[in-house]
């Protein structure tokens, strides 16, 4: 592509602006007017919420046939932290020995800023007119609490007809070399917290007491202890941590009125979070019968498991990374979660983006 700018520079404008969640800190305005004359119609998203901060978001796009890609992005860094731990400061972007220093440089100005220039060549090379359409999905609110972003973003591009066919998240995926990794899919994360209630005693008359320490442990022997699954053809087994075991309790000869515990499941796609939740419901109760006393269960749930089927757009996107970079990219479904997760329920979605050694 002979009308692609430069990347770098565009980046280094992005870093200047210290967008921390959920500011876009003048970001937004910089893409709209840099995407604009490049044939790109933007949207301002805002969005709010009661108890959250507002956010706003940005869609442009170019073209308006099919097929439709998009790539999604998002420009708020999280928070740089105490100055003087910094090389250089952190929205400065400095440049030294091929390096660029700043907030955001890799999650993920960086690909933002990449997206930017290739697509403002494509547009260039094709005279504006694509034969499907261009889009880029920007939130001010992926580091954030994810509320007034890509969720309310999909939704309002769902009303206007306006859901990508595929869409690429730019997140930083690979740990060696940049094109090793390419994500088709996330690991679920869901947390339980069980508090078991007994009745309190003297421990020198346990008999009259209810010591809820014993299910409690029963439990966490139990579930700790099960093989959820062996893993699949793209993900590896699902996992239990205990995360705590806790009664609160300074006496030596006092049998405590309740005991609490932690466990958090990453877990794979033969798992729904509502499948784990009935196990563990379902492990409750057998310990239940046999040690008595009452249980409740919290639970926060994070992102369920998903993946993207390999076929014809993954394909597309490893041969893209293997032309550019040389390498045959891994498909990958590990790491933590991403804007992935919603969007996996509007169209196939995958994520590349640079090396996240220094996230
Ligand atoms: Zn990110």
Known sequence: MTNTPDPT?????????????????????????????????????????????????????????SPHFCFAGHVDVVPPGADELWSYPPFSAEIHDGTIYGRGACDMKGSVAAFCAAAIGFAADHGGRLPGSVSMLITGDEEGIAING??????????????????LVGEPTCPGALGDTLKIGRRGSIHFEVTWTGVQGHSAYPHKALNPITPLARLIDRVSSH?????????????????????????????????????????NTEHTGQSLKDWVARECETVKQAFGGTFVIAIVEGADAFMTEPGSFVDCMAKAVAAETGIEPKLDTGGGTSDARFIKNYCPVVEFGPNNATI
């Open 9 to 65: 520079s565009i980046l280094q404008d992005l870093i200047r602006c210290p967008s921390v969640t959920p500011l876009e800190a003048g970001a937004l305005d910089y893409m709209e007017a840099l995407m604009g004359p490049a044939g790109f119609t933007a949207t301002r998203m805002p969005f709010s919420e009661d108890g959250t901060a507002d956010v706003d978001n940005l869609f442009l796009r170019i073209g308006t046939g």
């Open 150 to 167: 890509t969720v309310k973003m999909l939704a309002e591009l769902k009303r206007r007809n306006e859901v990508p066919d595929v869409c």
């Open 227 to 267: 093989e959820l699954d062996r893993g699949n053809a793209h993900f590896g087994p699902t996992t239990l941590a205990v995360t705590n075991f806790d009664t609160g309790n300074p006496a030596n000869n006092v049998i405590p009125a309740s005991a609490n515990a932690r466990f958090n499941i990453r877990y």
